[in-house]
């Protein structure tokens, strides 16, 4: 499974945003995907999780109702959409892929990064 991620930029708080995550496998209607991030000297956290049906989905509170997490299963895609973007929003956003439940820590598969700055 490989996952590449985009969108991430500077952008200014109240902003929205959209991030995307590209999957290149088979069998991307098994998974289910999330999104993390990490701030600057900070560990990564979990942010957003979507069942493989897009049925069922999870979020970190600071995010919910801000950020919606969503999935095309014809396109191997996955999309967060941030509005009302804070600066402490600011953080490099990791998309990854887990064979087995929105845990933390069953999230297997792991993008690049892409990185999103939010000035006040």
């Known amino acids: 499974v490989q996952l590449v991620e985009s969108g991430g930029r500077l952008v200014q708080a109240g902003d929205s945003l959209r991030l995307s995550c590209a999957a290149s496998?088979?069998?991307?209607?098994?998974?289910?995907m999330g999104w993390f991030r990490q701030a600057p000297g900070k560990e990564r956290e979990f942010v957003a999780g979507?069942?493989?049906?897009?049925?069922?989905?999870a979020y970190q509170d600071s995010v919910r109702g801000r950020f919606t997490i969503s999935r095309d299963n014809r396109k191997n895609m996955v999309y967060l959409e941030m509005t009302n973007l804070k600066p402490e929003d600011t953080a490099v956003y990791f998309c990854?892929?887990?064979?087995?439940?929105?845990?933390?820590?069953?999230?297997?598969?792991w993008g690049q990064g892409t990185r999103v700055t939010v000035s006040s």
């Open positions: 990854a892929a887990s064979e087995g439940g929105l845990e933390a820590a069953a999230f297997d598969y």
């Open positions: 496998t088979q069998v991307f209607m098994s998974l289910d």
């Open positions: 979507i069942n493989w049906s897009g049925g069922q989905n």
